[in-house]
T-cell receptor, first 114, second 113 residues
Framework: DGGITQSPKYLFRKEGQNVTLSCEQN?????MYWYRQDPGQGLRLIYY???????QKGDIAEGYSVSREKKESFPLTVTSAQKNPTAFYLC?????????????FGPGTRLLVL | SQQGEEDPQALSIQEGENATMNCSYK?????LQWYRQNSGRGLVHLIL?????REKHSGRLRVTLDTSKKSSSLLITASRAADTASYFC?????????????FGEGTQLTVNP
């Protein structure tokens, strides 16, 4: 899982509640990403940030928000507008490994709705 | 829609056998990457093959790329029980910014001891 940490490992959300997932990296990477993974499926891009104070919507941004105030941190808020938030959320950053630019993933946060 | 599609969706083999997984994509790419995911964990990068490369090796892994057919394959030789995981291909294509990757739905590999 490299130098990327995600917390908490499990998160429970009540109806109408906003929750924030943490993602921190100590790899000095500029670009960071948030993905959603549903059971038995691949990853879908929610938001990404190429540099501090800048971010772009991915393929499924509705109901989510992000901020990028520090290079090391890229928190994701799941808002009450996201009607089906139960999923596994993965954060990644982009860097170089053996002369190839790849993504490094955190261990993930599983979000469940009460 | 997903750029990459893996085939088969699930594969079960015996330890020592080879495992082959395939990935097809729809548009031109800069590169194609393979990742591994153990159950409930993050993804781990395995190998990257550029659009101008045809084959690449890393240990027991062999990746091929056929840009004319828009397909790639991942071969794991002499498989071990510890290779049990989901394997995803991800494509990086020129039309996107920020080196976005588009992931397929994965192949679930089970290696029986």
């Amino acid at each position: 899982d490299g130098g990327i940490t995600q917390s908490p490992k499990y998160l429970f959300r009540k109806e109408g509640q906003n929750v924030t997932l943490s993602c921190e990296q100590n790899l000095n990477h500029d670009a960071m990403y948030w993905y959603r993974q549903d059971p038995g499926q691949g990853l879908r891009l929610i938001y990404y940030s190429q540099i501090v104070n800048d971010f772009q919507k991915g393929d499924i941004a509705e109901g989510y928000s992000v901020s990028r105030e520090k290079k090391e941190s890229f928190p994701l808020t799941v808002t009450s507008a996201q009607k089906n938030p139960t999923a596994f959320y993965l954060c990644a950053s982009r860097g170089w490994d053996r002369s190839q630019e790849t993504q490094y993933f955190g261990p993930g946060t599983r979000l469940l709705v009460l | 829609s997903q750029q990459g599609e893996e085939d088969p969706q699930a594969l079960s083999i015996q330890e020592g056998e080879n495992a082959t997984m395939n990935c097809s994509y729809k548009t031109s790419i800069n590169n194609l990457q393979w990742y591994r995911q153990n159950s409930g964990r993050g993804l781990v990068h395995l190998i990257l093959i550029r659009s101008n490369e045809r084959e690449k090796h890393s240990g027991r892994l062999r990746v091929t790329l056929d840009t004319s057919k828009k397909s790639s394959s991942l071969l794991i030789t002499a498989s071990r029980a510890a290779d049990t995981a989901s394997y995803f291909c991800a494509t990086d294509f020129p039309e996107t910014s920020g080196s976005r990757l588009t992931f397929g739905e994965g192949t679930q590999l089970t290696v029986n001891p």
